[in-house]
């Protein structure tokens, strides 16, 4: 490895950007929120009860980067992939059996069961197992690579269809959570992109993917309910109560405009659009800030995204590129399906948008994430790292991140 030298600030600094942004959007709709729920379920939340719990959550999240950028060596990371592994999946196999015994354990919403029920607080264990599937197949598919083996049905495929196939259906499956479900997805193939599998292999998987995808759409009812009324929506057809999310969220930002309603002025906010602080706070801010300041939100993601991909291009060390390409797909699935889903383009599906949405397990398992590709910024290599093994001969990403940096 590398001489160390300094992190990547712009990693660093467009996290605590949308950790800051984010809270300040919970200060200005929780209260709102509040009165949603007293209003509607007889609770009796107090008006900063959302925002104390933003600022709880994004407290816990600052320190599970700091301690996986500072404290835990990825060395030690490495080594903990494939119990990790076996603890996400032995708490998502719990939860559904639980769930499925009614316990008070567990707590549900809507209908499905997706969080263990501590108390004042919840744990959902999805989140962690995203987590676990970026660091084991880091681990596993740099393991294959070297030991040559990669493609071989007995070696690599097996045991890769066995774990995988065990995380996507304890959670679309036993949780009916179809958003996290393409997260998953979106760590599996990004993963397998960079790891050598060869193209013909690649393509078949990705085939059985989708086919797969669509059964899981076209066997449940409220999913099918969720694509008819996105393409009404797409259609200009009739709006429906199965098209009342979509259309509120288009109604929002399109009230808008160009700068937005200020903080604290939000009509959708006060109770017309479902889950304004967590799935769709996209559209509250762009009812808040406008479409400059949804623009400015979608560029400090790309300039986070994108710097991401740098990173892994000048990371020499397949198994560290293989972790930082997992956690760079993590995020752009979960920024670009939200961001769709509240634009009209694709079906709502239950996804946060990271660091932003109200909730504490989804920020702070993403930001521990951020701080393992933080960590390994600090030993990238002046030369682009080529990944000789994907079939296309391209890099990457096509800018050279660290020809400027000192390496000592």
């Known amino acids: 490895m590398n001489r160390k030298h300094k992190s ?67 060395k030690y990371i490495k080594k903990a992939a494939k119990p990790l592994m076996i603890i996400a999946l032995a708490l998502s196999g719990l939860l ?17 069961c997706r969080w263990f029920n501590l108390g ?42 066995i774990i995988c196939g065990a995380s996507l259906a304890l959670v679309v499956v036993a949780q009916g959570d179809l958003g996290t479900g393409v997260a998953l997805l979106a760590i599996i193939l990004g993963t397998l992109l960079v790891s050598g599998v060869p193209t013909r292999q690649y393509l078949i998987v990705l085939a059985i993917i989708l086919v797969g995808a669509v059964g899981a759409v076209a066997f449940s009812g409220h999913r099918m309910e969720r694509v008819d009324a996105w393409l009404t929506t797409l259609t200009g057809g009739e709006s429906s109560d199965s ?18 309603v200020g903080i604290g002025n939000s009509v959708q906010a006060t109770g017309y659009l479902p889950e304004s602080i967590n799935d769709s706070v996209f559209a509250i801010m762009g009812e808040t800030f406008g479409f400059i300041g949804l623009f400015m939100v979608i560029a400090v993601f790309a300039a986070l995204l994108l710097r991401m991909l740098k990173v892994a291009e000048h990371t020499p060390g397949t198994e560290e590129r293989i972790l930082i390409v997992g956690v760079f797909s993590w995020t752009l699935a979960q920024v670009a399906v939200n961001i769709m889903a509240m634009t009209g383009l694709v079906p709502v599906t239950g996804i946060t948008l990271p660091l932003l949405s109200y909730g504490g397990t989804s920020m702070i398992f993403i930001a521990f994430a951020l701080g393992l590709v933080l960590q390994l910024s600090c030993y990238t290599s002046r030369e682009v790292i080529k990944n000789e093994d994907i079939s296309s001969g391209r890099r990457l990403g096509g800018t050279y991140h660290s020809s400027r940096r000192r390496s000592s």
């Open 8 to 74: 990547d600030l712009v990693i660093l600094f467009a996290t605590l950007g949308l950790m800051a942004l984010g809270l300040i959007v919970i200060y200005a709709i929780g209260p709102m929120r509040a009165n949603v729920l007293n209003s509607t379920y007889g609770t009796d939340y107090d008006s900063n009860y959302f925002f104390w719990g933003q600022l709880r959550s994004v407290g816990l999240s600052l320190l599970a980067l700091y301690a996986a950028f500072k404290w835990i060596p990825c």
């Open 96 to 112: 559904w059996v639980l769930s499925l015994a009614g316990s008070g354990a567990v707590k549900c919403e809507l209908g499905e």
């Open 120 to 161: 004042s607080v919840s744990f959902q264990p999805a989140e962690l197992l995203k987590l676990a599937l970026v660091i084991y197949l880091a681990d596993f598919l740099a393991r294959k690579k070297e030991e040559g083996v990669v493609g071989k049905f007995r070696e690599f495929w097996l045991p890769l269809l």
């Open 243 to 260: 098209t009342y999310h979509v259309d509120n969220a288009m109604l929002a930002i399109g009230v808008g405009g160009l700068t937005g």
